[in-house]
């Protein structure tokens, strides 16, 4: 696991780097206005709890669980979005 500090989270990561099957809160969607319409339009907020699937082999896209819902993203995608480990428990 990879930490990246961000004020205010000690222990964010980006959602790439995220331990498969734990639940993870998403604390900040790092991309520009597109990106951030394109996942509000999956249902990924900031402040949801999310978690990882799936990785596809060979550099493909993470499966990942959000409200209920299954969603792809790529892993350009997924490097923009910061989690924690911190506020989200299992289901």
């Known amino acids: 696991m990879r930490f990246?500090?961000?004020?205010?989270?000690?222990?964010?990561?980006?959602?790439?780097?995220?331990?498969?099957?734990?639940?993870?809160?998403?604390?900040?969607?790092?991309?520009?206005?597109?990106?951030?319409?394109?996942?509000?339009?999956?249902?990924?907020?900031?402040?949801?709890?999310?978690?990882?699937?799936?990785a596809a082999p060979l550099h493909g896209p993470l499966l990942v669980e959000v409200n209920g819902r299954e969603i792809a993203l790529g892993r350009r995608v997924a490097a923009k979005i910061l989690v924690e480990a911190d506020g989200c428990v299992s289901r």
């Open 4 to 54: 990246v500090h961000v004020l205010g989270y000690k222990n964010a990561m980006t959602l790439l780097n995220a331990p498969q099957g734990q639940w993870m809160k998403v604390t900040t969607l790092k991309g520009g206005p597109g990106l951030r319409v394109r996942l509000t339009q999956y249902g990924l907020f900031e402040g949801d709890c999310v978690r990882v699937l799936r």
